[in-house]
């Protein structure tokens, strides 16, 4: 299911070059994205300094979510990264000191750079443990937006299938007073041509003599009880609106019923497909490739749902 929520903790931190910029901690951004899937799918996009929350926010996300691509995104908020903080003296005499201890045992080393040095001192801002605590507790947060706006999308789905589920039961409805009919008719049909053998004289036995009336019309009956057993889709019909039962119950329970629903939208394919393999004439073709549609349309988004 789709879905979308973003959360912040902390505030812009002050102008670079005042003093107290040296001494504001940052804050943290999330931004949680969810498409349709059939599995769950998580992908992190984590600056260095916060990597090591993955594995919180993994556990975290897996316990609420069961289905989706999720891409979640964090950031540092109020950091001078993309405009560097005035480095202190004290900071700049602890890198001069780290610089003359590295390269008095690696000669060859570069010196550090401007950029180099701006780098490091930002990265000392903020504790690296609060704000680890600050994304998992906003993830929370996050969470709990994206789980509203994938219910209020959970809702319109469930609208939608409930509509195809109406057309479904209507075209089973339709379906039902067509097998007695073409039962009838083909009854009729084979005594009709058991009559039209008889009167012509052309039916015979090999050396037994004629067939009586009789014998042709028990003939025809057998025939057209054989063709009735055929083409007979009473407990297909039964079966799919049990299925069809099913279905609405567990769209209006809700919870975790993805899963569920998938297997009976594959039961329902196929009791249609039988009631289109058993159709010996065109209105009952054109309901099972009616059904079929209205089939394959819940099972792209069943799919999605939770």
């Known amino acids: 299911m789709t879905g979308y929520a973003t959360a912040h903790s902390g505030g812009p931190a002050a102008p670079a070059s005042s003093e107290s910029s040296r001494d504001s901690q940052p804050g943290v951004g999330l931004e949680i994205r969810s498409v349709n899937s059939r599995f769950l799918d998580l992908t992190f996009k984590l600056p260095d300094d916060l990597r090591g929350t ?51 045992w690696l000669p060859t080393a570069a010196p550090l750079s401007v950029a180099e040095v701006l780098q490091l001192t930002s990265r000392q801002q903020g ?8 994304l998992v507790a906003l ?11 994938r219910e209020r999308e959970g809702k319109r ?9 109406s057309q ?33 004289g052309t039916a015979h036995t090999a050396p037994g003599g004629s067939v009586t009336s009789d014998m042709a019309h028990d003939r025809a009956l057998t025939e057209a009880t054989a063709f009735a057993i055929r083409i007979d889709v009473a407990e297909e019909l039964t ?17 975790e019923v993805g899963k569920r629903l998938d297997f009976l939208i594959q039961e329902l394919h196929r009791e249609a497909n039988t009631l289109g393999s058993k159709s010996s004439n065109l ?20 799919q999605n749902i939770e």
Do not use: Y
Request: hydrophobic share 40%; aromatic share 2%; no cysteine.
């Open 54 to 104: 993955e594995p919180a926010l993994r556990e975290l996300l897996a316990s609420r979510l069961k289905r989706g691509k999720v891409e979640v995104r964090a950031w540092i908020e109020g950091r001078a990264d993309s405009v560097p903080r005035q480095p202190s003296a004290l900071d700049l005499q602890k890198l001069v000191g780290l610089q003359d201890n590295v390269r008095a």
């Open 127 to 134: 504790n690296p443990g609060e704000l680890n605590n600050a």
């Open 139 to 149: 993830a929370q947060t996050a969470l709990d937006g994206l789980t509203s706006a």
């Open 239 to 255: 079966r799919l609106d049990s299925h069809l039962t099913e279905i609405e119950r567990l769209l209006k329970k809700g919870a």
């Open 283 to 302: 209105e009952l073709t054109r309901i099972s490739v009616d059904m079929k549609v209205l089939i394959e349309q819940m099972r792209e988004q069943v």
């Open 157 to 165: 789905l469930s609208t939608m299938l409930l509509d195809r589920l």
């Open 168 to 200: 479904l039961r209507q075209l089973a409805k339709d379906a039902q007073p067509l097998i007695p009919q073409l039962v009838a008719q083909q009854r009729q049909r084979f005594i009709d041509r058991w009559n039209e053998a008889l009167g012509a």
